[in-house]
Structure formats: structure tokens, C-alpha cells
């Protein structure tokens, strides 16, 4: 069969962490942030969350927040401190830990949150979707008081029906994908409205079971769909550019992949949850015009 990743994607991945003979211990990853080469890989299949510092070849795992410890693991991202910000889905808070796993302290209550999921950081502030909630909800970053909301469940724009995930891109727009909406929403810094593309289908440029979405440096969208087990890749507008990745345990297949992370230099890690891995591609800028 011929391999469907295109030009501007390498064509097979630079590094493989995980899979099944593998020590490094993931079950079943799910969320992922990377920055100055330390990988961070949420893990809900062991309640736990990874750091892996790939240039001094470290591993930790961290499985405790306060006198509890993770039950399930989601969502992640780090601020400029080098601060671990986790999300607990059931447990409903979200967990802070210093660079070295030592717990901080947790931002929301189960009062506030339904159940949250992915998490984002910008400008000092604390992006979390509540999944079950059918919103966004916005906390200052250095004290963890909640500053707004935007969303509610529906199916217009700016409403949502079970999100999941969100990433914020370089030039500060919002991204979520509206899971059960079939489609990614855009929304400003503020929480304004600003576009949204994707349906239900089985033909490309369609979402099945949409999971991670992530942004490069170039404005491309890569959205990872789960039941599909693929990423595809749509410009600004929400046109499908090319899609990669099939069924499979091989270099450059996956097996109900799930979140995706773009970091400063266009790596493109991708959980691949079932095949207990996270693949790394990457972006190569000037294959794009040729």
C-alpha cells in the first residue's frame, strides 16, 4: 500500500518512545506537551504522568497530587517556570507540580469542574475544557482564580457537545475540538468566535472520532481522529491538505492515537494509545511550496 504521508511531513517518524517491548512504561498515553526537549505524556491507563528529558536521556513518572494520587491523568501543559499543570478528569481538579514532580498545588474544585479534560496555557492564563460541562473554562495562571467561561452545549457555533481538546497557537487563536460535534472550533484569546470546520463522515476532510488537534508555525491544522487512525492536515480555512498515518503497529501507523503536540521546531508528537507509544514527526518547511 502506498504510504500516504506526504512531502512536508518525514515520511516515517524521527523517534519512537514506547510500544511493547519498550521500558518505558506507558499504558495508555493520551495527552502530550513538548519544550526545550523534555516530552511530558499523561498516562490515565496507569494514573500517571511521564517526563522524559531527551537530551540528558532522563525518565521520571509522577503519580501523586497533594495526599491523592492521579486517578485519571488527561490533560497537560508547562509554563515558562518549567511548571507541570495535569488535569484529573475524575478527580475533577487540575494538579501543579514544580520541574522535578514535587506537587505544588491544584487549580479548580469538583464543584467547578464536570470533568476536565485538555488544558492549555497563554498569557498567563489557564485554558481547560470541561468536557461534560460542554465548556471552556479560563483561570488566571499564578493564583488559579477562574476569570470566565465561554461555550455551552449545542450544536451552533461557539457551542459545544462533548469537547476535548485544545491548543493554543503562536499567533494566540483557540482551538478545540468539538468532539461530538464532529468538528474544531476557533475562537479568540477573549473566548470570541471565530470559525469552525469539519462534520461527521467517512471521506476525507471528515471526522469520525476527533481527538488532539494541534497548530505549526505555518497555520496548519493537524487534527488526530481516533476511529480513523490517522492525522489529517487542513490549511487556515479548514481545507484538507493531505492526510497520514493508517491501521497498524508500524513506524508511521497507529492504533486509537489520541492527542498530538506541535512544539517550537514543528516536531509533531502523536499518542499512539493503543500501540503504548508516542510517535515523533517532523514539519519540514520548504517541501511544502515544491
Known sequence: TEDATPSFVKRTPSRIFGGEKSRSGLLRPYGIFAAQRILYVTDPGAGTFHVYDLGKKKHFTIGAGGQKFLTSPVGIAVDEKSDIYVSDSLQKQIFVFDRNGKYVRSIGSPTIFERPTGIAIADEKLYSVDTHG??????????????????????????????????????????????????????????????????????????SKPKGVAVDSEGHIYVVDAHFDNVQVFDRMGNLLLVFGRSGTGKGEFTLPAGVYIDSSDRIYVADSYNRRIQIFQYIKDDIAN
Open 134 to 207: 460542554h465548556k471552556i473554562l479560563v483561570f488566571s495562571k499564578n493564583d488559579g482564580t477562574l476569570l470566565h467561561s465561554f461555550g455551552r452545549r449545542g450544536t451552533t457555533p461557539g457551542h459545544f457537545n462533548y469537547p476535548t481538546h485544545i491548543f493554543v497557537s503562536r499567533d494566540k487563536l483557540i482551538y478545540i475540538t468539538d468532539s461530538m460535534n464532529f468538528r474544531v472550533q476557533i475562537f479568540s484569546s477573549d473566548g470570541n468566535y471565530r470559525a469552525s470546520f469539519g462534520k461527521l463522515g467517512d471521506g476525507s476532510g471528515n471526522f
